[in-house]
T-cell receptor, first 115, second 113 residues
Framework: NAGVMQNPRHLVRRRGQEARLRCSPM?????VYWYRQLPEEGLKFMVY????????ESGMPKERFSAEFPKEGPSILRIQQVVRGDSAAYFC?????????????FGPGTRLTVT | GESVGLHLPTLSVQEGDNSIINCAYS??????FIWYKQESGKGPQFIID?????DKRQGQRVTVLLNKTVKHLSLQIAATQPGDSAVYFC????????????FGTGTQLKVEL
């Protein structure tokens, strides 16, 4: 009965490197959401995906950020050429088919530090 | 104890007292609201939700009040316990429905023994 899993829990990258954050949804969940949280702030929506399909990416920065949720395997949030401003906690949530907002179950997050 | 949301990010209460955490939302078209609890180093955890056609909803030790006239949401925690210490966020679902949530800044609740 595992919950949403994210790895790594902590990630350190130098400026200019790539960061890959993984999210495995709860069993039976086919919808994934990514949020970013800066220190002392609330979560900011980034992207909403179903298997092999991006539903809403209105919160994604236009450059360097991409997300995917393949038919098999975890969802991946990819940040290319990281900058210090990308340092944040990135949370993934999953929900079942046709689940409402209250059914978004959050993972423990990945804390990205860019040095 | 009572907070004023964004203007008072930390709320300290004595164990056993009631806590009131406030949130002002901005989108008058929001139709659904959720309160989350986030403990240090963890992801947000669902506490309670309320739809815009209601003004009050009760759970176990928690009550959410919604005042659409002034776009204000509050979370009341009865008999606050040390385990309630966390950051509390309100979130709203706005135009277009779907599952995209907009989170508030949060209020840190500290329970003193």
């Amino acid at each position: 009965n595992a919950g949403v899993m994210q790895n790594p829990r902590h990630l350190v990258r130098r400026r200019g490197q790539e960061a890959r954050l993984r999210c495995s949804p709860m069993k039976g969940h086919s919808h994934v959401y990514w949020y970013r949280q800066l220190p002392e702030e609330g979560l900011k929506f980034m992207v909403y995906l179903q298997k092999e399909n991006i539903i809403d990416e209105s919160g994604m920065p236009k450059e360097r950020f991409s997300a995917e949720f393949p038919k098999e395997g975890p969802s991946i949030l990819r940040i290319q050429q990281v900058v210090r401003g990308d340092s944040a906690a990135y949370f993934c949530a999953s929900s079942p088919i046709a689940g409402g907002p209250h059914e978004q179950y959050f993972g423990p997050g990945t804390r990205l530090t860019v040095t | 104890g009572e907070s004023v949301g964004l203007h008072l990010p930390t709320l300290s209460v004595q164990e056993g007292d009631n806590s009131i955490i406030n949130c002002a939302y901005s989108n008058s078209a929001s139709d659904y609201f959720i309160w989350y609890k986030q403990e240090s180093g963890k992801g947000p955890q669902f506490i309670i939700d309320i739809r815009s056609n209601m003004d009050k909803r009760q759970g176990q030790r928690v009550t959410v009040l919604l005042n659409k006239t002034v776009k204000h949401l509050s979370l009341q925690i009865a008999a606050t316990q040390p385990g309630d210490s966390a950051v509390y966020f309100c979130a709203e679902r706005g135009l277009g429905g779907g599952n995209k949530l907009t989170f508030g800044t949060g209020t840190q609740l500290k329970v003193e023994l």
